[in-house]
């Protein structure tokens, strides 16, 4: 059983450029949870969702951020419009339900 | 509400010292709880955990206890490896399938 995937690992854009990170989960896993971890800092929960739901947002930037979980496919963090604050590693993780959460080796973005 | 406070790092000790990370949390209801470790730049990878009240989780030499009367689960290790260098997460896991993440303490083992 594969683990969970992200792709791309390392993602370089421009300021102004849209980002998008996508995350696989583990086969069988219908939870799926985006996390923030900025440099020398802790873990930052972002979004929470379920296939085709959002369950949870409270952690999103009100602004450039958006996330889905297709009914089909992996689920997508988007952030339009990247400014140089963005820069940060973005954590995926899967879950089966109420059990400990599988976290994908993340996605570093870099803004330039 | 839910939350989970973890001893500030970082933290160095000596190869062979005992480790002890301490974490308290606040929550509803009977959580499960939670030690993830994350090593220079990979992803969390779950380190012990346990479901209820007395439970002990442990793992590769790690332990914690799931002290409810005090809200704790400090993570001890009674000698501590150089390769046990890593960033140590507590977590909480309550109703709805939230997960809730301690700050992270940053663990140094000297040769």
Redesign the interface.
Known sequence: NAGVMQNPRHLVRRRGQEARLRCSPMKGHSHVYWYRQLPEEGLKFMVYLQKENIIDESGMPKERFSAEFPKEGPSILRIQQVVRGDSAAYFCASSPGRHEQYFGPGTRLTVT | GNSVTQMEGPVTLSEEAFLTINCTYTATGYP?L?W?VQYPG?????LL?ATKADDKGSNKGFEATYRKETTSFHLEKGSVQVSDSAVY?CAL?N??????????TSLTVIP
């Open positions: 499960s939670f993830y990979e992803g969390l990878q779950l955990k997460f896991s109703t709805g399938n939230q997960f809730y993440f301690g700050t992270g």
